[in-house]
């Protein structure tokens, strides 16, 4: 099943992540990690809409020796979405969907269900979350977590465990976690480039999105399928093969 062509997929991948360097190419289950994610992206939008933004040859080698698109961008680059912002000023769609590289259990419906509120709400920043599993730590600072308001939009954004409950009783199992699926527009990609730096709450977090509420930008959440799990150090590597073996994944 393919989507609209207008939309696409970018994947920002570096080699030099300053807590897991090499992580794109850490093997899970002998496969390159950014070819699983560029796999399960290929199932929502088609291959040909899928892209890889990188500044490694190993990454862009890798990516092209099994027929994806890789688009070059510099070194630079304050995060991931400043890297997407300058690839997709090489490629022209209407819808920009960044899914994270260090996400190889993401469903492929929840990408294509992005893209449609994208379309249904355009001068909205499209992301996703889930509830935290029993066996996730809410004070992990590897796992962002997330508070929305009733209408379902984000209010905040944190690495501590938010929100706060007054009562203890009330905190088991009421944390949302970022899913790092997220819809632009080229113009909403280009505003956050321009912005120039990191804003105060997004370098203090290391929470990238936060930048956008310096931008005045809305930001909808959506609940994703359970059970992502993301590779953001090795130790997760385990954890994450595990599940794959558990779907009868490789």
Partial sequence: MTSDPRSCILIPARFASSRYPGKPLVPLLGKPMILWVAELAARAVGQAHVHVATDDEQIRDTVEGAGFSALMTGSGALTG?????????????????????????????????????????????????????????????????????????????????????????????????????YGFSRAELDAFADFGRKGALERHEDIEILRFLELDRRVMMYECSPGSLAVDVEEDVAAVEAEMRRRGLG
Wanted: net charge negative.
């Fill in 81 to 181: 979405t400043d890297r997407l912002a300058e690839a997709a000023r090489q490629i022209d769609y209407d819808i920009y969907i960044n899914l994270q590289g260090d996400e190889p259990l993401v469903d492929p419906e929840d990408i294509r269900r992005c893209i449609a509120l994208k379309s249904q709400h355009p001068d909205c920043i499209i992301n996703g979350f889930t509830w935290l599993g029993e066996d996730e730590d809410p004070s992990s600072v590897n796992i962002p977590k997330v508070i929305t308001n009733e209408a379902g939009f984000m209010v905040y954004m944190s690495r501590q465990a938010v929100p706060g409950f007054k009562d203890p009783a009330e905190a088991p199992r009421r944390y949302k976690k970022q899913v790092c699926i």
